[in-house]
T-cell receptor, first 110, second 115 residues
Framework: QKEVEQNSGPLSVPEGAIASLNCTYS??????FFWYRQYSGKSPELIMF????GDKEDGRFTAQLNKASQYVSLLIRDSQPSDSATYLC??????????FGTGTRLQVFP | EPEVTQTPSHQVTQMGQEVILRCVPI?????FYWYRQILGQKVEFLVS????????KSEIFDDQFSVERPDGSNFTLKIRSTKLEDSAMYFC?????????????FGPGTRLTVT
C-alpha cells in the first residue's frame, strides 16, 4: 500500500515566522510531489510542485525534496493569518493518480 | 484564469437514488479525474479518464459508479444507487498531460449528502 504521511497538527506559528510542513512517502518510485492548500469546506488549491531533488522557491514558498530519504517539505516564510489552512502533500507514483496525505493544519496567529 | 467548474455545489439525495455530478474541465486539458473526500478524511482517488475511456480506477470505484464525457466540455460522475457511505465532497480535476509530471487542478467540489 503506497502511503503518504503527514503530521496532522495543528502547527501554530506567529505571524511573520517560518512555517515548516513535512511529508514522507513510502514508494521509492514516486516521481512528482505536490503541495495543495485546502481551506475548510473548499477544494485543494495547488501551491507548489517539485520533481527534482533540492529546493524550489516560489515567492514566500519553498518546496524541498530528498528522494533518498523519501521526504518532501514546504516552508512558508513571513507567515500570514491568511495562510491558516490545511496543507496537503500529494504524490504521483508511476501513474497519474495523486495519493494524498491526511494534511497538516496550520494556524498563524497575529 | 481558466478553472474547473462543478455543478451542483450541493446535492441531497435519498439512499438508493441515482445522482449525476457534473464537471467542466479546463478547456485545453486532456486528462480528467474524480476524487472524493469524506468529512475529516483524506482526499481519495476514484478514477482517471483519457481519450474517452477510463485509464485507472480505485477499489472505491465499483459497479455503482460510472463516468462519461457526453460532449466536448462536460465530464460526469454517475452513482447508480447511492448509499449512506457515499456522502462526501466529490472533486473533479484536470490536467493538460497525464504524464506524472503535470499538475492537476481541482474544481470547487460537489457536496453529496445521502439520507
Amino acid at each position: 500500500q503506497k502511503e503518504v504521511e503527514q503530521n496532522s497538527g495543528p502547527l501554530s506559528v506567529p505571524e511573520g515566522a517560518i512555517a515548516s510542513l513535512n511529508c514522507t512517502y513510502s514508494d521509492r518510485g514516486s516521481q512528482s510531489f505536490f503541495w495543495y492548500r485546502q481551506y475548510s469546506g473548499k477544494s485543494p488549491e495547488l501551491i507548489m510542485f517539485i520533481y527534482s531533488n533540492g529546493d524550489k522557491e516560489d515567492g514566500r514558498f519553498t518546496a524541498q525534496l530528498n528522494k533518498a530519504s523519501q521526504y518532501v517539505s514546504l516552508l512558508i516564510r513571513d507567515s500570514q493569518p491568511s495562510d491558516s489552512a490545511t496543507y496537503l502533500c500529494a504524490v504521483n507514483s508511476n501513474t497519474d493518480k495523486l495519493i494524498f496525505g491526511t494534511g497538516t493544519r496550520l494556524q498563524v496567529f497575529p | 484564469e481558466p478553472e474547473v467548474t462543478q455543478t451542483p455545489s450541493h446535492q441531497v439525495t435519498q439512499m438508493g437514488q441515482e445522482v449525476i455530478l457534473r464537471c467542466v474541465p479546463i478547456s485545453n486539458h486532456l486528462y480528467f479525474y474524480w476524487y472524493r473526500q469524506i468529512l475529516g478524511q483524506k482526499v481519495e482517488f476514484l478514477v482517471s479518464f483519457y481519450n474517452n475511456e477510463i485509464s485507472e480506477k480505485s477499489e472505491i470505484f465499483d459497479d455503482q459508479f460510472s463516468v462519461e464525457r457526453p460532449d466536448g466540455s462536460n465530464f460526469t460522475l454517475k452513482i447508480r444507487s447511492t448509499k449512506l457511505e457515499d456522502s462526501a465532497m466529490y472533486f473533479c480535476a484536470s490536467t493538460f498531460d497525464g504524464r506524472e509530471s503535470y499538475e492537476q487542478y481541482f474544481g470547487p467540489g460537489t457536496r453529496l449528502t445521502v439520507t
